[in-house]
């Protein structure tokens, strides 16, 4: 279970940057008088290289679960049958689309409906690439991983991590903070709980409460309920974090946002994180290697 | 002409002596750890009350199974560089010069045929003995059984000789893959799945 670190490190971060850009992205394109205007265009330049740099990180760290990283090149060879292949398609095609939104917006070419055009054509890309990331698990030789368990968990994780990260990076380089912020730490708390129920809800199914596969050649993974139990807790504690935070936005909202909520929304950023990062092992673990 | 290599396992005659196994560690050089072929072996039940006696319901039985050379390979199917391939006659093949070792096969087969193997660096399987089968001579699982209890040849054929069957207990649902597989069950694989029996001796297999 521990092997699949890459897997753990590559599928989080990839979920993350499609969440961010989506979460941040959209108000900032498609919300009406957010034409780019000087701040409005360094907001969009700064979620797109966000998320593009989790992109390339995420990207760069899947090699590490390649025993021959250098064949790779060959990857997309089979796109007509596998979900492998299309997975790395659409992250190619997602990133791709970033680095050009990001350019035109850098150089103030392009006018705002070919800004938005691409920024449709990226989310579709990044939506799709974290489908076959979905779809890639699975299969019919898993029953762990072949249900909607695997897409929710999959998407949940982007909106989650996405918002969070957002949340995060307003409210510690945002002094007075942002208008959005308060909603937005609303809308965490709630997919924090979301995902904690999602945790509790596919238990039974994902061996937890003692439900054992049904007996097939496939070893027994090292899925241990001291992770998922762990991540529960973490999860807890994330969302009291965030708790605090959206009480001293209401509270004090004078403090300013830099100085009273930096510190709430990055414990809860790192705190979820965690918990993310420990059900995404345990997703593996449900799976055995010979 | 063959048009689809098949194995015939007869589970009623097989003792668990894993000859097959060594055989073919031995001719593959297979280094410890990448089994090629397994010799499951099923256990479970204990014991039944019948009326006013208990009576023993254990079951106990094996399995060797390698790669099933597939009508419908999912391994190939899943692998991104097209690393998995069939022959006319139906052999499944992995090109170790393509593959990346990502080990996405290794997932998808439900058969767990496919393991890691550290000389290549890439995932490998059974690959039906090809070059001694197309010298006419037999797999080297099936010249090892001491009981006869492999066999193989045409799928067609194999069928003809021993029957359809493609499942027991605990194997997959052969509609996944269509696995080029006979068998000939041990009596106690019927009541196999209700008794809970499962793989004893996963840390061989
Ligand atoms: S048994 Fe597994 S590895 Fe062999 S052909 Fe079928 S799916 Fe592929
Ligand atoms: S491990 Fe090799 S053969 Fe298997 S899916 Fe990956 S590239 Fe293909």
């Given at each position: 279970m521990l092997k699949e670190w890459p897997l753990v490190a590559f599928t989080v971060a990839g979920q993350t940057a499609l969440g961010l850009f989506l979460v941040a992205g959209l108000p900032l394109f498609f919300s009406r008088g957010g034409a780019a205007d000087a701040p409005a265009r360094g907001s969009r330049l700064a979620v797109l290289l966000a998320a593009l740099g989790l992109m390339a990180a995420a990207s760069f760290v899947s090699f590490f679960h390649l025993h021959h990283p250098f064949r790779a090149v060959r990857v997309l060879a089979n796109v007509r049958t596998s979900w492998l292949s299309r997975e790395v398609l659409f992250e190619l095609g997602f990133m791709a689309l970033l680095a050009?939104?990001?350019?035109?917006?850098?150089?103030?070419?392009?006018?705002?409906?070919?800004?938005?055009?691409?920024?449709?054509a990226a989310g579709a890309s990044g939506v799709l690439f974290v489908w076959s990331m979905s779809k890639l698990y699975m299969l019919k030789a898993v029953p762990a991983w072949d249900h909607a368990y695997t897409p929710v968990s999959f998407f949940l994780t982007a909106v989650l991590l996405g918002a969070l990260t957002a949340a995060a990076f307003s409210g510690a380089f945002r002094p007075?903070?942002?208008?959005?912020?308060?909603?937005?730490?609303?809308?965490?708390?709630?997919?924090?709980?979301?995902?904690?129920?999602?945790?509790?809800?596919?238990?039974?199914?994902?061996?937890?409460?003692g439900a054992r596969p049904p007996a097939s050649l496939t070893p027994p993974g090292g899925a241990s309920s001291a992770l998922y139990a762990a991540r529960l807790i973490v999860l807890v504690l994330g969302s009291l974090a965030l708790a605090a935070a959206i009480w001293r936005e209401s509270s004090a909202p004078a403090l300013g946002a830099k100085a009273g909520l930096a510190a709430p929304v990055g414990l809860a950023w790192v705190l979820v994180l965690i918990g993310e990062v420990l059900g995404r092992f345990h997703f593996y673990g449900q799976v055995g290697r010979p | 002409m063959v048009t689809q290599y098949a194995f015939f396992f007869d589970a009623a005659a097989c003792s668990g002596c894993k000859a097959c196994q060594v055989a073919c560690k031995d001719r593959n050089d297979l280094g410890p750890g990448t089994l090629w072929r397994r010799v499951y072996e099923v256990t479970g039940g204990g014991w039944e009350k019948k009326g006013q006696v208990w009576v023993p319901s254990v079951i106990a039985y094996n399995v060797s199974m390698a790669c099933n050379h597939c009508e419908n390979p999912v391994c190939g199917a899943a692998c991104p560089v097209k690393a998995i391939w069939k022959r006319e006659d139906g052999i499944v093949f992995v090109d170790t010069d393509l593959c990346i070792g990502c080990r996405y096969c290794e997932w998808a087969c439900p058969y767990t045929a496919l393991r890691f193997h550290a000389a290549t660096n890439t995932v490998s399987k059974c690959d039906f003995c090809y070059d001694a089968v197309d010298a006419g001579k037999p797999p080297a699982c099936v010249a090892a059984c001491p009981r006869r209890a492999l066999d193989f040849g045409d799928l067609a054929d194999l069928r003809k000789k021993y029957g359809d069957l493609r499942h027991i207990h605990p194997l997959p649902d052969p509609e996944q893959t269509g696995p080029a597989l006979v068998l000939r069950p041990h009596r106690d694989a019927a009541r196999a799945a209700e008794r809970g029996a499962e793989v004893a001796n996963w840390e061989e297999v």
């Amino acid at each position: 279970m521990l092997k699949e670190w890459p897997l753990v490190a590559f599928t989080v971060a990839g979920q993350t940057a499609l969440g961010l850009f989506l979460v941040a992205g959209l108000p900032l394109f498609f919300s009406r008088g957010g034409a780019a205007d000087a701040p409005a265009r360094g907001s969009r330049l700064a979620v797109l290289l966000a998320a593009l740099g989790l992109m390339a990180a995420a990207s760069f760290v899947s090699f590490f679960h390649l025993h021959h990283p250098f064949r790779a090149v060959r990857v997309l060879a089979n796109v007509r049958t596998s979900w492998l292949s299309r997975e790395v398609l659409f992250e190619l095609g997602f990133m791709a689309l970033l680095a050009v939104l990001a350019f035109l917006l850098w150089t103030g070419t392009g006018g705002e409906g070919l800004h938005r055009g691409l920024f449709a054509a990226a989310g579709a890309s990044g939506v799709l690439f974290v489908w076959s990331m979905s779809k890639l698990y699975m299969l019919k030789a898993v029953p762990a991983w072949d249900h909607a368990y695997t897409p929710v968990s999959f998407f949940l994780t982007a909106v989650l991590l996405g918002a969070l990260t957002a949340a995060a990076f307003s409210g510690a380089f945002r002094p007075g903070g942002s208008s959005a912020l308060k909603p937005l730490l609303a809308a965490c708390l709630v997919l924090v709980a979301a995902a904690f129920l999602w945790a509790l809800l596919t238990a039974p199914v994902h061996g937890i409460f003692g439900a054992r596969p049904p007996a097939s050649l496939t070893p027994p993974g090292g899925a241990s309920s001291a992770l998922y139990a762990a991540r529960l807790i973490v999860l807890v504690l994330g969302s009291l974090a965030l708790a605090a935070a959206i009480w001293r936005e209401s509270s004090a909202p004078a403090l300013g946002a830099k100085a009273g909520l930096a510190a709430p929304v990055g414990l809860a950023w790192v705190l979820v994180l965690i918990g993310e990062v420990l059900g995404r092992f345990h997703f593996y673990g449900q799976v055995g290697r010979p | 002409m063959v048009t689809q290599y098949a194995f015939f396992f007869d589970a009623a005659a097989c003792s668990g002596c894993k000859a097959c196994q060594v055989a073919c560690k031995d001719r593959n050089d297979l280094g410890p750890g990448t089994l090629w072929r397994r010799v499951y072996e099923v256990t479970g039940g204990g014991w039944e009350k019948k009326g006013q006696v208990w009576v023993p319901s254990v079951i106990a039985y094996n399995v060797s199974m390698a790669c099933n050379h597939c009508e419908n390979p999912v391994c190939g199917a899943a692998c991104p560089v097209k690393a998995i391939w069939k022959r006319e006659d139906g052999i499944v093949f992995v090109d170790t010069d393509l593959c990346i070792g990502c080990r996405y096969c290794e997932w998808a087969c439900p058969y767990t045929a496919l393991r890691f193997h550290a000389a290549t660096n890439t995932v490998s399987k059974c690959d039906f003995c090809y070059d001694a089968v197309d010298a006419g001579k037999p797999p080297a699982c099936v010249a090892a059984c001491p009981r006869r209890a492999l066999d193989f040849g045409d799928l067609a054929d194999l069928r003809k000789k021993y029957g359809d069957l493609r499942h027991i207990h605990p194997l997959p649902d052969p509609e996944q893959t269509g696995p080029a597989l006979v068998l000939r069950p041990h009596r106690d694989a019927a009541r196999a799945a209700e008794r809970g029996a499962e793989v004893a001796n996963w840390e061989e297999v």
